[in-house]
Structures are given as C-alpha cells and as structure tokens.
C-alpha cells in the first residue's frame, strides 16, 4: 500500500486535501503555510515515495535547508523515509547511504539533499521536488535551478500518462522573506484573493494550491498542549511557530522601535510630580 498503511490510518484532513489537491492535476505549485507538528515533512515524503514507485524511469527530490538538516529530519529519522517506504515485495528498492539516493525497481530515483551547497543540485532532471523550511533555504536554489527544470518539457511516454513537472513548498513562517512574499502571490492577493483562515485558499494564482494553519484552529494539536506550549513559550515564538504569524525580526527584541518611540510621547513631568 503506498502511501502505507500508517501513514493512511494517521492522516489529517488538510493533507488529505493537499492529496485530493495534487490527484486533480489542476496544480503544479503548492505552497504549504503550516504550523510547527502539523506533518508537513511527512505528507512530502509518502507523496515523493508514491509518485517514484507509479512514475517509471524519473527522479523525484527533497531538499531541507541543508545537508545535515535532510539527513536528520528525513533520512536518519525511522518514522520518515524508512517509515514511509513501501514493502520490496510490491515494489524493490535500494538505499545508498552515502548519497542519500533512493533508486526503485521501476528505474525511478528519490535524492534528499541540503541547499547549502546548491551547485550539487544541479543536472537534476527533476519531475517533482519538495522544498521543506522553504523560509530557511537559499531562494536561488528555487529561482535559478529547478525552476528552469520545471519549464521543461517530460519525455513523451510520460507526457502521454499526463505526467508533469511539479514543486512543493513547505514551511513555518520565520518573518517576512521569500516564503511568504511568494506565498502572497499564491493566494493573488493582488487580484481580490485573501490569506486562508485555516486550510486551502479560496483564490490563488493560475496553477498554484495555497493552504495555511493556524494551531489553534486546525485540531492537530491538543489544547492542552497548545495551553503548555503559550506558557512555556515567548509570546512572539508563539505566534509565529503555533499560530504561523509573520513576526519581524524586531519584533522578537525586548524593546522594539515603536517602544521607544511610545516613550518619547510620555509625559515625563507629570509622571515625576506623581
């Protein structure tokens, strides 16, 4: 069963619809604005580990802010890749490790690669590739190698099984920067679209899917611990990794800009006559 049986009996509703979303070939971007524990990573690599055993002959890739980053969140992990590959007897595989390259039976490859060294990603031919803390990763290895490969045509054979190229964009806000100016384009806030509230967007851009979860709205979380984690977290690290607000680098300071400025109105006389 792929993807397998775990992951099917654990699945949410939002990556059911990024799934439902991804079937319909209507999209050929997807950019996810995902709390913290929501399973990005994971529905990545069950749909990157599916797309390899159904597509013959192509190469599927996953790219973490680094290279140590994608061994430890992906391949190192047993409840990720490992967890998400499907039984030999239904389709063979083999793991080099030192590359971390999946190759298939059916001649398909998946690499897990970092961006801090993007000259190695290039000459990927890739037909799908998942950009995971897409805040954290160098916008170049986006905008000057694979979104070329994406402009190119596939082979005709899969052509004719209505294969096409694709990217993913998974990540949790960190300011405002790339991720989320690109995730604005997504939703056509320009053109009448609106930030979803929690799940797809209503609106987006010609061939992109836009979905956003707030923590406290999305069920993923208890509320117990979405009560523990607002006591035990900084207020601002809250919102932006539970909530996913775009908190400014400014506003993660004790004392911000407008803090001072708020001081130089007071009264100061009137407060030291008190």
Request: glycine fraction near 6%; hydrophobic fraction near 40%; aromatic fraction near 10%.
């Amino acid at each position: 069963m792929i993807p397998n049986e775990s992951f099917v009996k654990g699945v949410h509703k939002y990556q059911v619809e990024a799934f439902k979303a991804f079937d319909s070939g209507a999209y050929r971007f997807f950019s996810l604005e995902w709390h913290r524990r929501a399973r990005k990573t994971t529905l990545a690599i069950n749909l990157l580990v599916r797309e390899c055993c159904k597509i013959p002959n192509s190469k599927y890739v996953y790219i973490a802010p680094t290279q140590v980053q994608a061994r430890n969140i992906v391949w190192d992990d047993p409840n990720m890749l490992r967890a998400a590959m499907p039984d030999k007897s239904e389709m063979g595989w083999d793991m080099n490790e030192q590359k971390m390259l999946v190759k298939f039976a059916n001649g398909s490859m998946l690499k897990i690669g970092g961006s801090d060294n993007p000259d190695s990603l290039r000459g990927i031919d890739a037909i799908g590739t998942v950009f995971d803390e897409w805040a954290l990763i160098k916008e170049e290895t986006y905008t000057e190698i694979f979104r070329p490969i994406i402009a190119g045509p596939v082979r005709d054979e899969l052509a004719e099984m209505g294969v096409f190229r694709w990217a993913i964009f998974l990540y949790t806000p960190k300011g405002i920067n790339h991720a989320t100016i690109q995730f604005d384009k997504a939703c056509a806030l320009d053109d009448g679209g609106a930030l979803p509230d929690n799940g797809q967007a209503e609106k987006t851009a010609e061939g992109w899917f836009a979905s956003r979860l707030d923590g406290e709205k999305s069920g993923i979380m208890t509320k117990a611990e979405l009560d523990l984690a607002r006591e035990e977290m900084p207020p601002t690290y809250y919102d932006q990794e539970i909530r996913c607000s775009r908190i400014t680098e400014e506003e993660r300071t004790l004392i911000t800009t407008a803090m001072l400025e708020k001081l130089k109105t007071l009264d100061w006389k009137a407060m030291r006559a008190m």
